[in-house]
């Protein structure tokens, strides 16, 4: 099955603690974005990445980090310098091309503080 | 960055009623996106929609991308239970700026 795969469903940090999100596309897809999603918000833009070894900060990229050394894979670090981690964190992908082609998503990744 | 203004912010209504929720902007997009996510999953793509003025369905769902290109609304008929979510409203202006609304939580009581 062609999809985006997000993992761990849930996951906790530690204080002081970096922590990585997992995110694979097998969909052949050369565009990889990184949202962050708090309740009653819209998502929020952390980072993403158009080709291979290119990245860019999005809206709030501060205390993340990120990764694209493989076109399928696209690894969020949320490091101990982000200091309200708490959320939903969610992976889209999409294909490069002249018009606006739709992001499509992962299923999440619930972060909470131990 | 542009703002997405989405209304309204909730929905309580009976099964069978049909549903109206829009989106609008103080800059234009060049593409309107219709979103729905149900609790702990992802959002899942409705409806897109290219071109100013341009109506589009999806089953029960009709959406439209406004002649300013700073709007758009979906709507939903004779809903149904499974209905029930958050749907999201994201503009595009350029192939990387994609902006979304907060959201508007649905609820369908049976």
């Known amino acids: 099955d062609g999809g985006i795969t997000q993992s761990p469903k849930y996951l906790f940090r530690k204080e002081g603690q970096n922590v990585t999100l997992s995110c694979e596309q097998n969909?052949?897809?050369?565009?990889m974005y990184w949202y962050r999603q708090d309740p009653g918000q819209g998502l929020r833009l952390i980072y993403y990445?158009?080709?291979?070894?290119?990245?860019q900060k999005g809206d709030i990229a501060e205390g993340y980090s990120v990764s694209r050394e493989k076109k399928e894979s696209f690894p969020l670090t949320v490091t101990s310098a982000q200091k309200n981690p708490t959320a939903f964190y969610l992976c889209?992908?999409?294909?490069?091309?002249?018009?606006?082609?739709?992001?499509?998503f992962g299923d999440g990744t619930r972060l909470s503080i131990l | 960055g542009q703002q997405l203004n989405q209304s309204p912010q909730s929905m309580f209504i009976q099964e069978g009623e049909d549903v109206s929720m829009n989106c609008t902007s103080s800059?234009?997009?060049?593409?309107w996106l219709w979103y729905k996510q149900d609790p702990g999953e992802g959002p899942v793509l409705l409806i897109a929609?290219?071109?100013?003025?341009e109506l589009t369905s999806n089953g029960r769902l009709t959406a439209q991308f406004g002649i300013t290109r700073k709007d758009s609304f979906l709507n939903i008929s004779a809903s149904i239970p499974s209905d029930v979510g958050i749907y999201f409203c994201?503009?595009?202006?350029?192939?990387?700026?994609?902006?979304f609304g907060a959201g508007t939580r649905l609820t369908v009581k049976p």
């Open positions: 994201a503009g595009c202006y350029n192939n990387n700026d994609m902006r």
């Open positions: 889209a992908s999409k294909r490069q091309g002249l018009s606006n082609q739709p992001q499509h």
């Open positions: 800059s234009i997009f060049n593409t």
């Open positions: 990445s158009q080709i291979v070894n290119d990245f």
């Open positions: 929609l290219y071109k100013a003025g």
């Open positions: 969909l052949n897809h050369d565009a």
